[in-house]
């Protein structure tokens, strides 16, 4: 079997300036390690590994960590021992993925039980683990990462002691909410969090320029957002996990994805295509609604400056993962959001589904789900359920349906308070947040100024 190999979604982009295109391809553990391509474009697998079905289904009550061992295998199994791959697998996921029924073949599924109660330690951890297996020995790897809530600390938290790797966080400082802020204020170590005058966009066109900067090279920056490939590989596996434990035989199902930098949606796009029946990728948008207006209009046009909702780490005008769905479908945009080809629209709408979310559809939906199922949704995972709901008014017939809950409700203290009069307790990996110390440093949106602070503050050898 051929290795699988990692090309650039920029890679097919002429007489664009300021872009030599990379036509080149490179091992995982370079993708990894770069976190994006020198033309500003996003690694891709050139081959989707295929899963049979029946080895699906033979996870039904296993742990999650062998789900992740079979999906992690099929891209890893060329560059990492089996060993070593088990050990990730093993050490990243050490606490549950419940999988809470609503109605009947209706679930949330929780992905809010790890160190930061949010989706991203699935990836984080996972990728962190791999990173430590690749660090050139005697060098120091920096971390960049835009951040619009989550994303930060989870890194953050995987990487906390990790020899060798330091990481710089990047949020816009209006657009966290409180104890948002105090996780990513208050990771300390080899962990810095810069507070940016700007919205989330800022920040990630900020990360972006710095891993394009000649001047910055002998850093080893790379990236743990979504942009990496490393960072989407470990969002496959709840998708597989889930369909192992609830589907029927050759079951098709339908999964909902809250949907801002569209990483997380792109861990199901992928699963579909390695084999896993997914008859629809429902992923609803918030008031940032440049891929709903695109599915329905065939015109791409972001939303610039994104909206500020209170789903806010979906706030996203341009998401940088919509540059791998265009690639998926034959397409290419690149990183401010210009269209240079536009993929098969048809087939796009074939598999996927998408609608924007207003605040107030939001919270109706947070109250709606308490009153009826007595089940708690933050406002992510509510914007997610709020999207199923509109998809089955297009296609009424019953399926089973998976909607992702991506942020513990208690990281949302007054929202939650003010809708429903509850106060949800803390969870466990979260009881000590108000007693740590530490303070993010403020920075402008301006690059020259991001720069500079690097440049002092970086460190090059172990």
């Known amino acids: 079997m051929m290795p699988i190999l990692y090309y650039s979604t920029n890679r097919n982009l002429k007489n664009v300036a300021g872009i030599t295109p990379f036509t080149g391809k490179v091992s995982f553990k370079d993708a990894l390690l770069k976190g994006q391509a020198a033309d500003e474009g996003l690694f891709m697998p050139d081959t989707i590994p295929q899963l049979f079905l029946k080895d699906i289904q033979n996870l039904k009550g296993r742990p999650y960590s062998e789900t992740a061992l079979l999906v992690a295998r099929a891209f890893l199994a060329d560059e990492f021992p089996l060993e070593t791959i088990r050990q990730v697998v093993i050490d990243a996921y050490n606490y549950p993925v419940p999988l809470e029924e609503v109605k009947p073949k209706t679930y949330v599924m929780r992905l809010d039980q790890g160190p930061t109660a949010s989706f991203k330690d699935f990836a984080a951890r996972m990728m962190a683990r791999l990173m430590s297996n690749c660090r050139p020995k005697g060098e120091r790897l920096n971390i960049l990462v835009a951040t619009s809530g989550d994303t930060g600390s989870a890194v953050g938290e995987a990487f906390k002691g990790v020899a060798g790797i330091d990481v710089t966080i990047l949020y816009p ?23 940016v005058a700007g919205k989330f966009d800022d920040c990630q066109n900020l990360v972006k320029q710095a891993f394009s900067d000649p001047d910055l090279v002998k850093f080893n920056l790379t990236s743990a957002n979504s942009i990496n490939f490393g960072r989407i590989l470990p969002q496959i596996i709840y998708y597989v996990y889930a369909y192992a434990q609830l589907a029927g035989k050759d079951e098709p199902a ?56 209170i789903s806010n780490a979906m706030n996203v005008g341009h998401p940088s993962n919509l540059a791998r769905f265009f690639d998926l479908y034959g397409g290419i945009v690149d990183r401010v959001g210009q269209v240079h080809k536009y993929p098969d629209l048809e087939e796009m709408r074939r598999h996927i589904f998408s609608v924007s979310v207003t605040d107030e559809q939001t919270r109706a939906t947070i109250k709606s789900v308490y009153e009826h199922y007595q089940v708690v949704l933050e406002q992510h995972g509510a914007v997610g359920w709020s999207g199923l709901v509109e998809y ?19 990281k949302f203290p007054e929202e939650i308070q003010k809708l429903l009069g509850l106060t949800i307790p803390l969870p466990e990996s979260m009881k000590n947040i108000d007693q740590r110390k530490g303070s993010a440093v403020s920075i402008t949106g301006d690059y020259g100024d991001f720069k500079n602070y690097l440049q002092k503050n970086l460190k090059i050898k172990e």
Do not use: W
Request: hydrophobic share 35%.
């Open 254 to 309: 339908v999964f909902s994805v809250p949907s801002g930098n569209f990483g997380d949606a792109l861990g199901c796009e992928y699963a579909r295509r390695m084999g896993l029946p997914v008859v629809k990728l429902v992923m609803p948008t918030n008031e940032n609604d440049e891929f709903p207006v695109y599915l329905t209009t065939g015109i791409y046009k972001k939303v610039s400056p994104s909206r500020a909702c």
């Open 392 to 410: 089955f008014k297009t296609a009424p017939e019953q399926k089973l349906a998976i909607c992702l809950e991506t942020a513990h409700p208690a």
């Open 173 to 195: 400082e209006m657009e966290v909410s409180n104890r948002q802020k105090k996780q990513l204020d208050t990771i300390g170590g080899n962990v810095q969090a810069l507070s």
